[in-house]
Nanobody
Framework: QVQLVESGGGLVQAGGSLKLSCAAS????????MGWYSQAPGSQREWVAT???????MYADSMEGRFTISRDSAKNTVYLQMNSLKPEDTAVYYC???????????WGQGTQVTVSS
């Protein structure tokens, strides 16, 4: 199993920025991919972004251009830089990791992001 701990959520005004962090208990190079999902109240969890072990990054259409996923392999940490935040970005953001031959999945506990208008 891979333990994930998120941080960096909070309250921000529309147009502002936040940077989320996700620290993994395992070496990032042993992980196939990491990324983020968001879940707004009363809604299903939605994919936000992924970064692969090769460093390739992918984004949901609604986030591309505003959000940037990156990683620091030395710190076993993945980041999500969120700019130009909108009230509709308000959600709990969950970090995930896919690892091993079967692409097993681990989730973090989530961090709340609230964007006020």
């Amino acid at each position: 199993q891979v333990q994930l701990v998120e941080s960096g959520g909070g309250l921000v005004q529309a147009g502002g920025s936040l940077k989320l962090s996700c620290a993994a208990s395992a070496t990032i190079f042993s992980i196939n991919a990491m990324g983020w999902y968001s879940q707004a109240p009363g809604s299903q969890r939605e994919w936000v972004a992924t970064i692969t072990n090769d460093g390739e990054s992918m984004y949901a259409d609604s986030m591309e251009g505003r959000f940037t996923i990156s990683r620091d392999s030395a710190k076993n940490t993945v980041y999500l830089q969120m700019n130009s935040l909108k009230p509709e970005d308000t959600a709990v953001y969950y970090c995930y990791a896919q690892f091993g031959d079967r692409n097993s999945l681990s989730w973090g506990q989530g961090t709340q992001v609230t964007v006020s208008s």
